[in-house]
């Protein structure tokens, strides 16, 4: 079973920064992808970044570009996220996911384009 453990949130005040870490842990797999999403209280759970291996592209929400940066390393099943400039809106659960297979993907905006996620990390931005 493939286990996706993230780590780093916490709680910073508005302009502040925070770097979320994710790593997969158990069976030996390789991804073909690995992102993040977030989900605020009373929200859907909504798309942050993502980065697609070989040749490494990533792809970001409209609302954190310029302020968050993915980052990881394939070889290692290892993912960061950069978050600088965070405000309130920001305040989430954040998911680390992962895409175990290599079949066509239409989207990597969409959760379903995941098959693997991790238990979350809170992130809280006080104003």
């Known amino acids: 079973q493939v286990q996706l453990v993230e780590s780093g949130g916490g709680l910073v005040q508005a302009g502040g920064s925070l770097r979320l870490s994710c790593e997969i842990s158990?069976?030996?797999?390789?991804?073909?992808?690995m992102g993040w999403f977030r989900q605020a209280p009373g929200k859907e759970r909504e798309f942050v970044a993502a980065?697609?291996?070989?040749?490494?592209?990533?792809y970001s929400a409209d609302d954190v570009k310029g302020r968050f940066t993915i980052s990881g390393d394939s070889a290692k099943n290892t993912v960061y996220l950069q978050m600088n400039s965070l405000q309130p809106e920001d305040t989430a659960v954040y998911y680390c996911?992962?895409?175990?297979?290599?079949?066509?993907?239409?989207?990597?905006?969409?959760?379903?384009?995941?098959?693997?996620w991790g238990q979350g990390t809170q992130v809280t931005v006080s104003s």
């Open positions: 158990g069976r030996a797999v390789s991804t073909s992808a």
């Open positions: 980065i697609v291996w070989s040749p490494d592209h990533t």
């Open positions: 996911a992962a895409r175990t297979t290599f079949r066509f993907v239409r989207s990597w905006y969409v959760a379903s384009s995941y098959d693997s």
